[in-house]
């Protein structure tokens, strides 16, 4: 089997901000990280401005670390999967426990029905045991429903040998010479 390589992170390019509100920022703060920690900012604050009000100094923490943590760990390049950021790493795996896997059939020509899924309780296989013994056990054994059987699989994966075939002119030249005749044929009759 041949493996392919992409060397496209040598052209990764980020916009950075080297000045915000009149304070300079040195070398810069990269553009996207400053986003999404502003959306971070407000999807945290508004919710809590909503319910306790203004920050205090005892407060006023809670209201900012957070937002800040998840945006600097975020936004750092996972180690796992060098293209991506941790954030997205992070997300993926979340829904992954919360929606669980839909598997793409037929290269999305058929939608996975529900007996396609993986269960709840075998994504949650490896957490299971230290959420029952938590204070929440019962609720956690009721979300994760009965035990069922893990389906099988649909097979073994498919293997496709398609072999390339390079035509020369000449044969380009062939091939439109037969289809011009045969034009012509059904013109005649």
């Given amino acids: 089997m041949r493996v392919g390589r992409t060397y496209t992170r040598h052209f ?8 915000l509100l009149g304070l300079d920022l040195g070398e810069g703060a990269p553009r996207r990280a400053l ?4 959306v971070l900012y407000a999807l945290w604050t508004g919710p809590l401005l909503l319910l306790f009000g203004f920050p205090t100094k005892i407060t ?4 900012f670390l957070p937002p800040l943590i998840i945006t600097v760990y975020g ?3 996972s180690r796992l ?9 992070w997300s993926i795996g979340v829904r992954y426990l919360v929606l669980g896997h839909r598997p793409v059939i037929n290269g999305g020509r058929r939608a996975a029905t529900r007996s396609e899924w993986l269960p709840r309780r075998a994504r949650w ?7 029952a013994d938590s ?15 893990v389906p099988a699989g649909a097979g073994a994966p498919i293997r496709l040998a398609a ?3 390079l035509y020369g002119p000449d044969a380009v030249v062939k091939a439109h010479g037969r289809k011009a005749v045969q034009q012509h044929q059904r013109g005649k009759s």
């Fill in 125 to 131: 296989a490896g957490k299971f045991e230290l959420l």
């Fill in 135 to 149: 204070p929440l056990g019962p609720l956690v054994e009721r979300w994760l429903g009965d035990e069922e059987a």
């Fill in 75 to 77: 936004t750092q390049r």
């Fill in 163 to 165: 072999r390339p075939r």
């Fill in 35 to 38: 986003v999404l920690g502003l």
């Fill in 81 to 89: 999967v060098e293209r991506r950021w941790n954030i997205t790493r």
């Fill in 12 to 19: 990764d390019l980020e916009t950075k901000q080297h000045e």
């Fill in 60 to 63: 006023f923490t809670a209201y």
